[in-house]
């Protein structure tokens, strides 16, 4: 079938931050820049007083905005937060009351998937489902790097879902999952941060290697003590085993009966429109083999080491929907 393309307000994080939008201005943004169809929000980022003191103004402001700009809601991105206080994790019932209102939200809203995360437990996604099929929300389980569809956390997830036998439970694939290469934008903040040549040698050498993602950063952190490498790059460099993930693409074949919504992840969009460190036309041609249209966002996250003033987001989501349209052809592409 076909894939809709649209957009998260996650990848516009610096302009939001840097106060240059509110929330209506920036879905007009959005809208002018003729960035959607798809619309997707994280709702602790975007919305005051998310889940439970949510004003009515607010909702208001957000469903207009969409309808005035003729935006299709997607995904509304909750959190599990399941390590709120630092003495113990979240237990099962408290998951269940903590996403209640994130889901019945996601209804009033309007939005027909939540994005969940991997902290909640089979236990916790029996107990939730029944409120998602209430509300008529389909629950999307996030598989972000460093995981990916054959993990034990994620293959624990798919059993649960065997075994609950629900069409509100399904997957959110990102793209963060099976990365080619650390975006070269990282590699010169960590240049900047005062890593050595011979330390980002190290870096991609530890990157590349087997093993799991705090075994290669160990790795990676020793070698650098050794060759006297500042603290703060070395630190910051965590980032590149978590957030680039290395598990294989062609896996992504074995969730896409359950796929509900789409992270179209990326850091980097070249001239001739690739992404140097995501293999976008490999992962287009699997996700192509959907049998149906299902949504996904375009998710620049460059700004985990960039500025506002560095890169626009508005400029690297249009790049991005440029490079899908061209991986997925004409008849790829949902028109709405």
Known sequence: M?????????????????????????????????????????????LRGFPNRVSDEEIKTLRDAIDRNGLVPTSLASNADIALRADQWM???????????????????GFPVVRTQIGLTPEVLEKVEPIAAKAGVKLGMEVHAPEGPNTPKVIATREAYDRIGSEYLGFVPDFSSCMRAIPVGMLDKLRRDGLSEAGIESLKRAWEAPGAPFQRYGRFAAECGELGEPELPVGFARLVFTMFGRENLEDWRDVLPQVVHIHGKFYDV?????????????????????????????????????????????DMVAKHHAMCSRFLGEGGVARV
């Open 2 to 46: 076909s894939i809709m393309l649209g957009n998260t307000l996650y990848s516009m994080t610096n302009e939001w931050l840097a106060g240059q939008y509110d929330l209506g201005s920036l879905i007009d943004e959005v809208g002018k820049r003729g960035l959607g169809p798809g619309i997707e929000i994280i709702g602790f980022q975007s």
């Open 91 to 109: 237990d099962a019932d408290r998951s269940v009351e903590y996403m209640r209102p994130q889901i019945e939200l996601a209804e009033r809203l």
């Open 270 to 314: 070249d001239d001739d429109l690739t992404s140097p460190s995501i293999d976008y036309e490999s992962i287009m041609k699997v996700f192509s083999e959907l049998d149906r249209t299902v949504s996904m966002s375009s998710e620049w996250e460059g700004h985990a080491y960039l500025d506002a003033d560095e890169e626009s987001a508005f």
